[in-house]
């Protein structure tokens, strides 16, 4: 069965940084692309970054470059998202997902960014 699993927020002080991981089983990880998401209370889940793990080329969102990084550990099945500089507007519920058709989606994890 296909499981993402992502991990590591907190609370976390403006400036602070974090980082997620997302640890997936069950399908090929070298050959599909993950990207995580996010959804601050009230508003719509939104997409911060991606990374295609068969070139490892990676997007972000305007609102998370240059701070926010996405990488992966092929060897163990996890991609993980670098937080710095974080902002109080950061704060959310993180989720990764799997670019496949379904998508598959990891049970999130929240990031709480004080001021």
């Known amino acids: 069965d296909v499981q993402l699993q992502a991990s590591g927020g907190g609370l976390v002080q403006a400036g602070g940084s974090l980082r997620l991981s997302c640890a997936t089983s069950g399908f090929n990880f070298d050959e599909y692309g993950i990207g995580w998401f996010r959804q601050a209370p009230g508003k719509e889940r939104e997409g911060v970054g991606c990374i295609n793990n068969i070139d490892t080329i990676t997007q972000y969102a305007d609102s998370v470059k240059g701070r926010f990084t996405i990488s992966s550990d092929d060897a163990r099945n996890t991609v993980y998202l670098q937080m710095n500089s974080l902002k109080p507007e950061d704060t959310a519920v993180y989720y990764c997902?799997?670019?496949?058709?379904?998508?598959?989606w990891g049970q999130g994890t929240l990031v709480t960014v004080s001021s």
């Open positions: 997902r799997l670019f496949t058709t379904p998508a598959y």
